[in-house]
């Protein structure tokens, strides 16, 4: 990373990085902010060799693309360096922690059985593209795992071939939020659907690290992968309301909602239930889960066959959704 940097302030960046790293934290959201706040530097305060409130105050300019979350985020790691310069003895402004407060949470949408069946629908119709040897196979694999596993994206994106044992059905996710490992367990057709998966594009890669490439054997990109679910529901027939946009973490949110409906429709004890599920998504809290779970009537009757009104109080519902 070190070479990569270009403005004054490079030897302490990487510094901080190399600081959080030997305790155990990867900092990789951190870091991409830091080298982009690098670059800022090196081209707009080329000279500059203190973190003053000029220059921070410049690089805390909200963006016309930018949610205020988005925003907030990309001004997180700029105060932890400035923090940093003050601990070993350097003056530095810190941004003030309420110059820009966390907004609302995203209302997400949860995908009915038909929606989700007619998505796997078009990403089973994807033909293989010149100049690209699996992306056909990695697109309909990677959803259907973010999907029937309530993995995050990001989760997903990264792993290894390592990480995934077919022989038992096991996905380790190691340093995920919260710098956590588990062991997820996937259902034996979604085992088998990887299996399938796996044989073929290790004939083409044998030699790849991730287990959803791109063309050069390392994990898809972030942005590759929200263009590319982007560009397959718009070929989904549900797709035509411009009030409704799903995302690709909308899934997560889905997995744990629908799991809810099944386990109430075989009767089975919430209380006892809920510390299972919310050890498979990785939430150190119970609370924590129950944001994940939202009851949609139609939904909630048609999957769980109870009716929705004497349910109605017990989590959340969707607004808006209805």
């Known amino acids: 990373m070190k070479r990569e940097l270009a403005s004054h302030f490079a030897g302490q ?31 707009t305060f080329p000279n500059e060799t203190a973190l003053t409130k000029e220059l921070c105050m410049a690089w805390a300019v909200r963006r016309p693309t930018e949610s205020k979350n988005t925003f907030r985020n990309r001004i997180i790691p700029i105060r932890e360096f400035a923090r940093y310069l003050n601990r070993i003895g350097e003056a530095a402004y810190i941004i003030p922690p309420d110059f820009v407060k966390k907004g609302p949470r995203h209302m997400p949408y949860i995908y009915s059985e038909d929606e989700i069946a007619e998505f796997w629908r078009v990403l089973d119709g994807i033909k293989p593209q010149k100049g690209s040897l699996v992306q056909h196979l990695v697109i309909p694999t990677i959803f259907r795992l973010i999907y029937c596993c309530g993995l995050r994206p990001g989760e997903a994106r990264k792993l290894r071939v390592e990480d995934v044992d077919l022989s038992r059905g096991k996905i380790y996710i ?17 085992n088998e659907f990887c299996r399938r998966y796996d044989k073929v594009v290790r004939s083409v890669m044998p030699t790849r690290e991730a287990f959803f490439p791109n063309s050069m054997g390392v994990p898809c990109s972030s942005g590759w992968l ?39 429709k075989e009767r089975k004890d919430l209380s006892v239930q809920l510390p299972y599920l919310s050890a498979y998504m990785g939430h150190a809290l119970l609370s924590d889960t129950y944001y994940y779970i939202h009851l949609v009537p139609e939904q909630f009757e048609a999957m769980s066959g109870l009716d929705f009104s ?13």
């Open 226 to 264: 929200s263009g590319t679910f982007r560009k397959m529901w718009a070929k989904v027939s549900f797709s035509g309301d411009e009030a409704a946009r799903p995302r690709i973490y909308d899934f997560r949110h889905t997995f744990a909602t629908h799991r809810l409906y099944l386990w109430m």
């Open 174 to 190: 190691l340093e995920s939020k919260g710098h956590k490992d588990r062991i997820v367990m996937m259902a034996d057709d979604m």
């Open 13 to 43: 960046i990487y510094q901080l990085v190399e600081q959080k790293n030997a305790v155990g934290f990867p900092y990789d959201g951190g870091i991409c902010t830091l080298r982009a706040f690098d670059r800022f530097c090196a081209s």
């Open 310 to 322: 004497h349910y109605d109080r017990l989590l959340p519902e969707v607004k808006g959704y209805e």
